[in-house]
């Protein structure tokens, strides 16, 4: 098992009150956020309120009065599985394992926490309505299972799915029928009615019943029906509506057919020029419908009438979409609910020869995005920033106020809402599979790069599109020669982007020499290895490639260790000086002995070029990057040495050889950061710079970083700014230069030292009562090839009031780098709530404080429990303890430590722990117990089993408190009390 770094531990306590946590969850907080999460199934920004006069969408463009519009939200994979479950599991397709519609997630990931899962485990009521997972009818209404499977961990009671009718009119139900007898033949004279699988008949339909008796129309009555009971609840709820609507069938009540007059084929409908066809497709989810053609050209009449019935569906959800809307404004639950309506991805009707999704073009991955919070500040506007379906997660999970998910890889938006003209991130990314291959897909503001690749690394093909001149791609560019920078830049910045494996082809990057990631191998031990014209031979040990702990892709390196393990690689010619060696790698013990080197071949014998027993670093996900300038003669042959304790060793991954050449910088981004700022912490970082480059001669500098700081008085005592290199860790060690406040707010006399910026009355400008100063720091900074992260952090005022606000923004035109680059972008408001740490790794001696647990006693005492982790961060067994810090002034001090679940100190115990603790407070009682897992021994906690002897498995002990935290019990051992 993996040991984990040190950490600090923190609780960011607001005023109000505290809620109790019992393994992650939130016990009742009626203040609480609703949520309503409303899907849309094929539906494009064709909406009014997005610019299109010709649609009638008076609903959608009444609510986005009140809400965001996202102009430029994209989503991951055009088609319904794998964007659905990457937007509610916070993951992209690959790292879910979902590329297709016929698999499900938990078959691979059945820990996966997903969106509303999540906000169960808070403590909210979670409730499904028709189509949100792809799941939407009911079990056997359909062929394959995966029209019916849901997520049933997902919510707190069973989720609501309706039966598959479409067809209501004599013409269509006939079709129905004859599609039933020829894909479910016999089922009829078993009793089954056509109306109870899924068929495909006619392609559209205009029948002239009421809208109820549609699945939509059931999904709107339902949902007004669920809020009202939900309206009540002690909990707050989170209710996703799924409409199915505008998806094909193209079919809906004549009353919304009667809308649209004059509809025409549609305009630009030749494929781009240059680009590989099967970056298209047959749209053959059209033409499966009994009306259609199986091939060939669709008719003009054909063509116009699936574009009305389109414009109808659209027009029939939207009235859908407003009766839900109406019901929550009606019952008085608007000002407490989030609203977030979204398309799941686009659609092609006819431009550019298709009629479908599943391409990466903007037509399918382009979606209409309107969301609304209490109290946002954008209310009405339109946002041009870049945004990802991936990062509805985080957002809703931010505007909720619960805690952070970690294990996401969206982004929160949630600055966007309260100011509309901020650019967030550099690039949306989605992708799509054609068999073997898979096209990957970067849209940055102004173009798409595509590139379609195998997973050896090998690129296919390559598109370049330019929207300057057109909303749809018109013509491949990336072949152009006046556009091969642009594609090399845009080419780093996607594999970068995807983690992608890079082959030794002539695509790859001018500035690599060598590069692989490990992933076109067997996963297997082996003795030698081919890897493009490089030959990996193992003289002593083992060494495997290894595909279960990859820091990019599926696949990596690792050297078992034991008495040594040596790996010789050879390479076909000499690699010049100057060139630079990097990879990432992960040591995977602490225990001695431990040593790791690389050498290098010149002249005929072996000189050691790095000695990395201290700086790789043990812990989770690769957090070493290592690099080495080879200088005088280079080498052609290099050697990899570990000697460790058996089967642990060390994994290398994203192994390259860099050619020297001139530095430049690639891209420079803001990285919004969202933990607490804290009090007792020697600085708590509240903005990330991250600048990418690409060479190692003449390296660039970074000279001057400034912007704008916002603090409520006295809660500010300092401000630094830290670069920790290509280490994306907040690492409060080496600091970048001077701060000097430009045209600075004076402290008030009265102020005390402790306070960087005093009253608001003193401010030039104040933002929501924040106190606002201009900042900027000069120095000198050389950047490193890879990634560089600066950090620009904050000491909070050790008198600072627990919940007030802390916040910063960088400021383009105040930053300079030594060859005139400039930070294109600006980032959004970072703004922060003030909390405490509790503990911090070093106090009292103790190496690492870890799983937290909260609770608030009848009494209103603040009590915090955790393990005290005394000689190193890793998991039981060890030296591990118990310990509470209890707070009677709601989280403003803390007393003492106390250890209340206690291995001694004698030297037998240091191989004993006891950890992973949780708090629970019986509120009829007033009793408080804290629970935890007891193991015994140097051997690991999960050899537990039943019928063992303490000695042999791990315990679950108890302590209690029946004074309000101030003494506690002896432990309980629970397991002993039980018989297997």
Known sequence: MRSSRKSILFFALAIGAVSVFIHGAVAENRQSPNVLLIAIDDLRP???????????????????????????????????????????????????????????FRTDRPDVVTLPQYFKQQGYRTQAIGKIFHGVFPA????????????????????????????????????????????????????VDWTERLVFGLATEAPNVPDEQFYDGKVAVTAIGTLRELKDSSEPFFLAVGFIKPHSPFIAPKKYFDLYQDITVADNRDFPKSTPGFAGHSSGEIRRYSDQPNQGEFSPSSQVRLRHAYAACVSFIDTQVGIVLDELDRLGLTDNTIVCVFGDHGYHLGEQGLWGKTTNFELDTRVPLIVRTPGMKSKGKKSQALVELVDIYPTLVEAAGLPANSKLEGESFQALLNDASLNTKGF????????????????????????????????????????????????????????????????????????????????????????TGFESLKPEPFSKLKIGESTWSV???????????????????????????????????????????????????????????????????????????????????????????????GFSKLRIRVSSPERTGILIDDFRISAPQPQRITNVSIVPIAIPALIGRKASPLVKLKVDVEGSVDPISLKQLGGLVFSEPEALKSLQVYYTGSENRFLPSDEFGQPALVGAIETPKDAGSDSLVGNASDSSGIMNGLVEAEVGFRGEQALVEGENYFWLAATVAPNARLGSKIGAKLDPKKTRFSDGSLQRQGGSVQIQSVGVAVRKSGDDGVHTYRIPGLATTNDGTLLAVYDVRRSGGGDLPGDVDVGLSRSVDRGQTWQPMKIIMDMGDDLKWNHDGIGDPSILVDRQTGTIWVSATWSHGNRSWRGSGPGLSPVETGQWIMVKSDDDGVSWSKPINITEQFHF
């Open 46 to 104: 064709d909406l009014n309120c997005y610019g299109n006069s010709k649609m009638v969408t008076p609903r959608m463009d009444q609510f986005a009065r009140s809400a965001l519009i996202f102009e430029k939200a994209y989503c991951q994979q055009a088609v319904c599985n794998p964007s659905r479950t990457s937007m509610l599991t916070g993951l992209r397709p690959e790292t879910i394992g979902v590329v297709g519609n016929h698999v499900h």
């Open 428 to 515: 949306a990314l989605s992708q799509y599979p054609r068999g073997k291959v898979m096209g990957y897909s970067l849209r940055t503001n102004t173009q798409r790069f595509t590139q379609w690749r195998k997973k050896d690394g090998t690129v296919v093909a390559t598109e370049l599109y330019d929207y300057a001149e057109s909303p749809i791609e018109q013509q491949n560019i990336a072949g152009l020669k006046q556009n091969s920078k642009t594609v090399n830049t845009l080419n780093d910045q996607l594999v970068s982007a995807f983690g992608l494996n890079v082959s030794l082809a002539e695509n790859m990057p001018k500035s690599s020499l060598f590069q």
């Open 539 to 633: 003289v002593a040990g083992t060494a495997e490639i290894d595909d279960q702990h990859a820091k990019t892709g599926a696949q990596c390196l690792h050297l078992l260790g034991g008495a040594e393990t040596v790996v010789e690689i050879t390479f076909p010619s000499n690699i010049a000086s100057n060139s630079l060696l990097s990879f990432w790698a992960e040591r995977w013990t602490r225990r001695a002995p431990f040593e790791f080197k690389v050498d290098k071949w010149q002249d005929g014998k072996w000189s050691e070029i790095l000695n990395g027993e201290k700086t790789v670093q043990v812990g989770r996900a690769f957090l070493s990057n290592v690099r080495v300038n080879v200088k005088s003669g």
């Open 140 to 191: 056997g209404a359909s062929k394959t299972k995966w029209d019916t499977m849901g997520d049933p961990k997902s919510w707190s009671v069973p989720a609501v799915k309706f039966g598959p009718r479409y067809y209501f009119t004599e013409e269509g139900v006939a079709s129905a029928k004859t599609a039933f007898e020829k894909s479910y033949p016999g089922l009829g004279q078993k009793g």
